[in-house]
């Protein structure tokens, strides 16, 4: 990423986008997963507490995702000249 401040390659951008979707896509469901096996988890101890703070973690958790992964569906979409 650092190389193309300087190359300006639309190819490097472009494998930029593309590995970036790909791996937020993965993240988003690894944490889908992550958050549901947690729940799971933390239904049975009775721990609501910590259920409640699981719970706002992981919404930070895949807002960010989502994030990121707009943002790198944008780069992907908007570089066509």
């Known amino acids: 990423m650092v190389v193309n401040i300087f190359l ?3 190819a490097i951008m472009f494998a930029i986008s593309i590995i970036g979707v790909l791996i937020f896509a993965g993240l988003t469901a690894y944490d889908t997963q ?7 988890e933390m239904a ?4 609501q507490e910590w259920l409640a703070k699981s719970a706002i973690m992981g919404a930070l958790n895949l807002y ?3 994030v990121n992964l707009f943002m790198f569906l944008l780069q992907f979409l908007g ?3």
């Open 34 to 40: 992550k958050i549901k096996n947690t729940y799971l």
């Open 79 to 81: 570089n066509r000249e």
């Open 44 to 47: 049975h101890s009775g721990d």
């Open 8 to 10: 300006q390659s639309p």
């Open 64 to 66: 960010l995702d989502f």
